[in-house]
């Protein structure tokens, strides 16, 4: 069972940013897609944004695209989320989770939680004035 543990979370002003980490205790990252989610209170836990395990492919919500970037380093085992222009609508405890180890190429499942196999404690954002 892999652990993953993320980082960078706090609390931000609107029109902020933040970098979220994503360390994960594995021989080789290589081999697995990346997924960040988030869950704001009161509300269903809902995608982000998704790595494959090769870089190549990634997929953003609507709500993020143009404002959030993900990125990964396997050398370092860690998946980031760079976070930018950040909106009070952004505040929820963002989690990252782990599809694999693959075998085959596979496009990353944007918000289908039940792709990722293991999930991080998560990290709390807020964005406020």
């Known amino acids: 069972q892999l652990q993953l543990v993320e980082s960078g979370g706090g609390l931000v002003q609107p029109g902020g940013s933040l970098r979220l980490s994503c360390k994960v205790s594995?021989?080789?990252?290589?081999?697995?897609?990346i997924g960040w989610f988030r869950q704001a209170p009161g509300k269903e836990r809902e995608g982000v944004s998704c790595?494959?395990?090769?870089?190549?492919?990634?997929n953003y919500a609507d709500s993020v695209k143009g404002r959030f970037t993900i990125s990964r380093d396997n050398a370092k085992n860690t998946v980031y989320l760079e976070m930018n222009s950040l909106k009070p609508e952004d505040t929820a405890v963002y989690y990252c989770?782990?599809?694999?180890?693959?075998?085959?190429?596979?496009?990353?499942?944007?918000?289908?939680?039940?792709?990722?196999?293991?999930w991080g404690q998560g990290t709390q954002v807020t964005v406020s004035s």
């Open positions: 989770a782990a599809d694999g180890p693959l075998l085959l190429f596979k496009l990353c499942a944007l918000g289908i939680s039940r792709e990722y196999d293991s």
């Open positions: 594995a021989f080789t990252l290589d081999y697995y897609s």
């Open positions: 790595i494959s395990s090769s870089g190549g492919s990634t």
